[in-house]
C-alpha cells in the first residue's frame, strides 16, 4: 500500500479526532504495513484505526459498496490490551478508489458495538464486513451480527451535515 494513501485516509480520522473533545494527550502508533492506527488519550477510550483503501461492489443493491477488514490474531490480542478498560472505539475509514469522487465512508463503532461485533476473549481471527447503500446508514457485519452505524456520528467538528 502506498504511503500518501495510509496517510490520507487515517489523517482525515485521526484529524478529527485529534480536534473534537479527545484533548490533546495522546499517545498514537502508526503500523501501516498493516493498515492500523491505535490512538491512546489521557483520558477516555482507547481508538483503533483501520482502512480499505478500496470497495467491492455489492451485487444485492444498485450502488451499495462493501469493505472486509480481517483482524489476526495479533491484532485482536492488542485490541484486547487497549480495550482492558472496557473503553475501545473501533474507527472503520473505507476508501472510494482512486477515480471516485464520493470520499471515504467513516464507520465509528462505539464502545457497545466494538463489544457486539468483536469478541476480544477470542484468540481467533476475526472479519467484519462494512456495508454502504446510497442514502443509507452503514451496517457493520461479523457473521449472523448486524449493527447499524450512523453515518453522522463521524463528521468534521466544524460541520453541520453528516457525511
Known amino acids: 500500500m502506498a504511503a500518501a494513501e495510509f496517510e ?9 479526532l485529534l480536534c473534537g473533545p479527545a484533548g490533546r494527550e495522546v499517545k498514537v502508533e502508526m503500523r501501516p ?3 492500523w492506527t491505535s490512538v491512546v ?3 477516555g477510550p482507547a481508538v483503533v484505526i483501520r482502512h480499505r483503501p478500496r ?23 492488542c485490541l484486547r490490551r487497549l480495550a482492558k478498560n472496557g473503553r475501545l472505539r473501533l474507527v472503520l475509514v473505507c476508501g ?14 462505539e464502545v457497545k458495538d466494538v463489544a457486539r461485533v468483536l469478541d476480544l476473549a477470542s484468540f481467533l481471527e476475526q472479519r467484519l ?5 446510497p442514502r443509507k446508514e452503514l ?12 453515518r453522522a456520528r463521524f463528521r468534521a467538528p466544524n460541520s453541520s451535515k453528516a457525511n
Open 139 to 150: 451496517w457493520v457485519l461479523r457473521g449472523s451480527v448486524r449493527v447499524k452505524i450512523p
Open 55 to 77: 470497495p467491492r461492489r455489492s451485487g444485492k443493491i444498485a450502488g451499495g459498496r462493501m469493505w472486509g477488514f480481517t483482524f489476526t490474531q495479533d491484532q485482536i490480542d
Open 96 to 109: 472510494s478508489g482512486s477515480r471516485d469522487p464520493v470520499g471515504p465512508e467513516i464507520a465509528l463503532l
Open 8 to 16: 490520507r485516509l487515517h489523517g482525515i480520522a485521526l484529524a478529527r
Open 41 to 43: 488519550p489521557a483520558r
Open 129 to 133: 464486513t462494512v456495508q454502504a447503500q
Open 33 to 35: 504495513d498493516e493498515g
